[in-house]
């Protein structure tokens, strides 16, 4: 009888050890972690980290990618050079600095490391990455032109294969670096 009852005690020991071994060893799925339901950005209005104040759906009619981060979140430490990276190749960048307690320490990160952002909005209390429905910093998200939250990436963007997944689901939503339109125009042949 002991035996029998070592055997069934076995059984879902073993099952939990052959899924946890199959996760830990299944292929990345990428793409998938970068999907999420889409909705409005949140109607809050932030402060900007140098003054003023901003409405995130006021930047309806382009694209932009909203990345939360913090001083104090290592994993944003690494994603900051890729996200320079990104901001060089014209890509338009909001950053919110997320349950940060003292914003002297972001400004030194993006004067020392380089500053990716467009703007910068302050979510102190983190009620915007509350209302947004983040888990963790980092994370970004793509809004489209229409102020809608198209994509989330709910990790750094650590390599260049998953920056260039957000470039191209940024230019595909209508994002074109600066100059875009200007060298389209010069290559355009003239009209008969």
Avoid at 50 to 75: E, F, H, M, T
Avoid at 118 to 135: A, H, K
């Amino acid at each position: 009888m002991k035996r029998w009852a070592a055997i069934v005690a076995l059984v879902p020991f073993s099952a939990l050890l052959v899924v946890s071994i199959w996760l830990l060893t299944r292929p990345d799925p990428g793409p998938a972690s970068f999907a999420s339901p889409m909705r409005p950005v949140p109607e809050t209005e932030m402060q900007l980290l140098d003054g003023g104040s901003l409405k995130l759906p006021d930047l309806k009619g382009r694209p932009y990618i909203v990345n939360i981060w913090a001083s104090w979140c290592a994993p944003c430490r690494i994603e900051h050079p890729v996200l320079v990276q990104m901001a060089g190749q014209g890509v338009e960048i909001i950053g919110v600095l997320y349950g940060d307690p003292d914003p002297t320490k972001a400004r030194k990160i993006l004067a020392d490391e380089g500053n990716p952002f467009r703007q910068i909005v302050i979510d102190p209390t983190r009620d915007f990455g509350l209302e947004v429905g983040i888990s963790g910093v980092p994370e970004s998200f793509l809004v489209n032109s229409d102020g809608i939250i198209v994509k989330t990436l709910r990790a750094p963007i650590a390599d260049a294969k998953t920056a260039q997944t957000f470039i191209d689901a940024w230019k595909a939503e209508g994002g074109k670096p600066p100059g875009a339109a200007a060298q389209a125009t010069e290559q355009a042949p003239a009209a008969p």
